[in-house]
């Protein structure tokens, strides 16, 4: 969220508050990690229907925390998701052989980026928050199992694709985390992620004031609802 100061801290403090107040009614029925998510995301984007838009599979916080816990990678689809990722990730949409292999089929840059990084034996969790190419080639590789997708945050955003790659990966076994409809993007992917990278415990070894307190934020929300 950005706060290092008393001050800072304080404001985050009371957003959480206000969020849990707009959305608590939506949060009865998740599990505290999947409410710990919702309102990360919804503090992030300030927009309550992401409370109502938001969707996991029943496997998703396990999945995607054993992943993070075992030294499973992160990868994204774009390179302001990986910005915002609160631990080391990849992005390959930039990389030259990336550039090749989608002129030469005639795909995106973002569906090639996934296909390369499953040729180099990528395993742990993908996060797409705004190329449904690059779902849709995530769920083909893992369904070919090329791909060892541990967890997906799937929330691109448009209104080309966006909501049918979503269903698309609702309706298969990879453990998942979804936005109904065409809304998603940067913003919900990176919350997202760095939700779980909270609650994972990471943030106990990182030394950053601001993922300790992000972190103290998840636990709280675990210990209080």
């Known amino acids: 969220m950005g706060a290092s100061t008393g001050q800072g801290y304080e404001i985050a403090r009371k957003s959480r508050e206000i969020v849990r107040k707009l959305i608590s009614e939506d949060l009865a029925s998740l599990r505290d990690e999947e409410a710990a998510i919702v309102e990360r995301i919804v503090h992030s984007t300030a927009d309550p229907e992401y ?4 969707e996991f599979s029943q496997d998703f916080v396990d999945a995607a925390l054993d992943s993070l816990r075992t030294s499973g990678e992160i990868l994204t689809d774009i390179e302001m998701v990986r910005a915002g990722i609160s631990r080391p990730a990849s992005c390959h949409i930039r990389d030259p052989e990336v550039r090749e292999i989608a002129k030469k089929r005639d795909i995106t840059r973002a569906a090639a980026s996934m ?21 849709m080639k995530v769920i083909e590789l893992t369904a070919e199992g ?59 070894f990182r030394g950053s004031p601001e993922d300790k307190f992000e972190g103290s934020l998840a636990s709280s929300r675990i210990r209080n609802v």
């Not at 409370?51 to 938001?54: D, F, Q």
């Open 51 to 54: 409370a109502r838009l938001t």
């Open 115 to 135: 296909e390369y990084a499953a040729e180099r034996g990528f395993r742990g969790i993908v996060v797409i928050g705004n190329a449904p190419t690059a779902l």
């Open 146 to 204: 090329i791909m060892d997708a541990e967890a997906v945050i799937g929330v691109p955003v448009g209104f080309v694709g966006a909501a049918e790659s979503k269903e698309a990966l609702r309706k298969t076994d990879i453990p998942h985390m979804i936005t109904r409809g065409p809304k998603g993007g940067t913003p919900v992917a990176v919350a997202a992620a760095n939700a779980l990278i909270a609650l994972s415990g990471e943030w106990r």
